[in-house]
């Protein structure tokens, strides 16, 4: 079902769960060491982060200086310690609507703009006003294209845009389109992103979320 968009409450929800790991030191080297949290094996270089989030800060032949949770502490070989972390959940934007429709403000480029959600919009949308407001170059970057409307047949600029977010969700060289005139009057939050996060409705909220 189409969900033109319109305005609205937007919550983030980025709570984590507090858990315990089992952490021994196996190997020391320089700016390296070999660790297992949880039975699991990493090799781990400075600077590099486990899959639980365990950061090396340094190492020599002595000691390792980890990060847990942000907390750093040093940890000698065969040293075997529990420790809590944090794990993060995948971002969650939740928006309410109004009169059946929905908005939500984000960012194109690292600039912001209000989105309107939009399931019957094959990219993201906007006008040239708004493109250029944003700093987009389109005349020369785009494809020049055409798409059908309620209007009828509209010339586009066909684009990538580098970052999209909203909420704590960003994408990478998402494809919008840029409409030679003055609509849509709002930039139009359309498949090319939303098909590639999880969308659905929970009663009158909309919940997007990041995909694994």
């Given at each position: 079902?189409?969900?033109?968009?319109?305005?609205?409450?937007?919550?983030?929800?980025?709570?984590?769960?507090?858990?315990?790991?089992?952490?021994?030191?196996?190997?020391?080297?320089?700016?390296?060491?070999?660790?297992?949290?949880?039975?699991?094996?990493?090799?781990?270089?400075?600077?590099?982060?486990?899959?639980?989030?365990?950061?090396?800060?340094?190492?020599?032949?002595?000691?390792?200086?980890?990060?847990?949770?942000?907390?750093?502490?040093?940890?000698?070989?065969?040293?075997?310690?529990?420790?809590?972390?944090?794990?993060?959940?995948?971002?969650?934007?939740?928006?309410?609507?109004?009169?059946?429709?929905?908005?939500?403000?984000?960012?194109?480029?690292?600039?912001?703009?209000?989105?309107?959600?939009?399931?019957?919009?094959?990219?993201?949308?906007?006008?040239?006003?708004?493109?250029?407001?944003?700093?987009?170059?389109?005349?020369?970057?785009?494809?020049?294209?055409?798409?059908?409307?309620?209007?009828?047949?509209?010339?586009?600029?066909?684009?990538?845009?580098?970052?999209?977010?909203?909420?704590?969700?960003?994408?990478?060289?998402?494809?919008?389109?840029?409409v030679d005139g003055s609509s849509p009057r709002e930039v139009l939050l359309g498949n090319s992103f939303l098909n590639r996060i999880n969308m659905q409705r929970n009663g009158q909220v909309l919940l997007l979320k990041k995909k694994f």
């Amino acid at each position: 079902m189409k969900l033109p968009a319109i305005s609205l409450l937007l919550f983030l929800l980025l709570t984590g769960q507090v858990l315990a790991l089992d952490i021994q030191v196996l190997g020391l080297f320089k700016n390296m060491v070999i660790l297992r949290v949880d039975g699991k094996q990493h090799k781990l270089k400075k600077g590099k982060t486990t899959p639980e989030g365990i950061k090396l800060i340094s190492a020599d032949s002595d000691e390792a200086i980890l990060e847990v949770n942000g907390v750093e502490k040093a940890y000698r070989l065969g040293q075997h310690v529990s420790a809590n972390y944090k794990s993060q959940q995948q971002p969650e934007v939740k928006i309410l609507p109004v009169q059946g429709m929905y908005q939500t403000p984000g960012l194109i480029n690292g600039q912001p703009v209000q989105f309107l959600v939009d399931t019957g919009a094959t990219w993201i949308a906007m006008n040239i006003h708004q493109a250029r407001n944003l700093g987009i170059n389109f005349r020369f970057t785009g494809k020049r294209s055409a798409v059908s409307t309620a209007n009828g047949v509209a010339p586009v600029y066909r684009i990538v845009l580098d970052r999209v977010s909203v909420g704590g969700i960003e994408l990478h060289n998402v494809e919008a389109v840029v409409v030679d005139g003055s609509s849509p009057r709002e930039v139009l939050l359309g498949n090319s992103f939303l098909n590639r996060i999880n969308m659905q409705r929970n009663g009158q909220v909309l919940l997007l979320k990041k995909k694994f």
